[in-house]
């Protein structure tokens, strides 16, 4: 069973940084196509960026040129590197992957969606 346990949240002034990390248990890191979901209540999710096991990257529109996805094999963990944050950053932020990973597709998503979940840590952007 994977288990995905996120860290790094917290509370930034707009034009700040954060880094989210995603240590993931289990044995499907290195083949798996890995991700970042965030959620606003009451609104729909939306993929952010993606990494598959080739390192091949993809993002959302909203956060090109601001956010950075990687990778660390040796620690079975996930980044999200993200600069300039906007007050629209405030979410709650969800590490994903797919075990069985077809590579990655447009706008931060894996090609076969997202399986495997963590619970989420929450980034708040403030003006």
């Known amino acids: 069973q994977v288990h995905l346990v996120e860290s790094g949240g917290g509370s930034v002034q707009a034009g700040g940084s954060l880094r989210l990390s995603c240590v993931v248990s289990?044995?499907?890191?290195?083949?798996?196509?890995m991700g970042w979901v965030r959620q606003v209540p009451g609104k729909e999710r939306e993929s952010v960026a993606a990494?598959?096991?080739?390192?091949?990257?993809t993002y959302a529109d909203s956060v090109k040129g601001r956010f950075t996805v990687s990778k660390e094999n040796a620690k079975n963990t996930l980044y999200l590197q993200m600069n300039n944050l906007k007050t629209e950053g405030t979410a709650m932020y969800y590490c994903?992957?797919?075990?069985?990973?077809?590579?990655?597709?447009?706008?931060?998503?894996?090609?076969?969606?997202?399986?495997?979940w963590g619970q989420g840590t929450q980034v708040t952007v403030y003006s």
């Open positions: 994903a992957l797919d075990p069985a990973s077809y590579g990655i597709s447009s706008g931060g998503n894996c090609y076969n969606g997202f399986h495997d």
């Open positions: 289990g044995n499907t890191f290195k083949g798996a196509c």
């Open positions: 990494i598959d096991s080739d390192d091949d990257t």
